[in-house]
């Protein structure tokens, strides 16, 4: 049964298992994996192919509570529906603010990436004034895209997503017919401290985050409680398995791996040359893209059904009255990441981001509990094993928020409190 929010909602469903799934692989892979493997190599040595199954498995539990509660609802806002659903208004606002925050800053970031990536091929775009006109090309570039419509979104997403995963499956498989069994690790070094293998899953663990970002706009998917559940598994075992392929033919076409600052890169150009340097360098472009197209797609869809919620005034929850998109809500973002990405670096902030998701987390997965009873029947798509897999989803955050750093705590803190702000004044005007 609908909602009263959901029957509110003007947005037309256009968005099948395929959509939903570039959404989800589009958030999972970013930029992180063209910088991780080196990382990875340095802490676990040839036993980091290991530390993604790892890194999938402590993810899977909470991957496995959002596609329970992806089932649940058919409006937009993802988060801020369990929040509310489960604890009320005010959690489900929190919920929704830390998540918009924290993906509002890894927008800014991203794009930052973005035009230095650029600047690989073209100098000048990104310095001085080029990089402020790059900056606004982009960002100005994809929030029209998506003012225009989510069709154009999506297809936009589909072409990244490709040319994303051809380069890195030109890696992967040009590595691996180069390279042949070579790729395959023998173990016969010794097995690193239980301290480095740790810290190795924190690194990794953001190559495993993200996803939350496409169960947002169920509002306009066609079939949420069937596709939203699959959409999200299928998109874990894509990416898994392809970031172990990805080391495995890293570690094995650089032997010093651990100390490369671009090691996809390096690999890239040890197995094809400068070309093959030049064809990364367009993946590490298009995935950065994708991931920009993917966060601005389903972020601004928040604000919105934070609007409709009645949490923020009307203005966010305004429909285009010819393209039938969150508009307003689309350019606040827009203006908002491209202010963010002209100040500069972000890597104190981008930080913060980790532990906003982890309590982003941790509430959706204590919600299942509240609303499992009210949601079951034959259409829902319900955990076996009763509430284990919840608690081990909790179980898996909790671990994870002790290995943060206290910046982090602070900075979420005042977000936390800046939110508490806003929701106030909302309530306060949708109580005139």
Known sequence: MATSTETQEKLPRKLGLWGLWLLVVNGFIGA???????????????YSVWIYVICALLMLPVILSFAELG????????????????????????????????????????????????????????????RLISLAVIIGGLTLINVLGSVESIRSLALFTVIKFSVLIFLVFGGLVMLGTEVVPTFETAVPPVSDLGAAALLLIYAFVGFEGAVVPAGEAKKPERNMPLALLLGLGSVVLLYMLIQLVSQTAVPDLASSSSPLLDASAALFGSTGAIILMIGVVTSVTGNLVSTIFSTPRL???????????????????????????????????????????????????????????????????????RFRDKTRFILKGGYLIPALGILACIWLMFQVSFNSI??????IAIGTGLYLLGRRQAEV
């Open 32 to 46: 992180g994996i063209f910088g991780l493997p080196s990382g990875a190599a340095e802490l676990a040595g040839e």
């Open 71 to 130: 089932s649940y609802f058919r409006g937009t806002g993802g988060p801020i529906k369990y929040g509310t659903a489960a604890f009320g208004p005010f959690i489900g606002f929190q919920a929704g603010w830390l998540f918009y925050v924290a993906r509002m800053i890894s927008f800014a970031a991203n794009s930052v990436l973005l035009v230095d990536s650029i600047g690989y091929f073209l100098e000048p775009a990104a310095t001085g004034i080029g």
């Open 303 to 373: 604000t919105y059904a934070l609007s409709i919620e009645g949490s923020l005034p009307e203005w966010f929850g305004k429909v285009h009255a010819k393209f039938l998109t969150p508009a307003n809500s689309i350019l606040f973002f827009g203006v908002f990441a491209f202010v963010g990405a002209a100040l500069g670096s972000f890597t104190v902030l981008a930080a913060m981001t980790v532990l906003s998701r982890l309590f982003l987390f941790i509430i959706s997965c204590a919600a299942i509990p509240v609303l499992r009873p």
């Open 410 to 415: 602070w900075l979420t803190a005042l977000f």
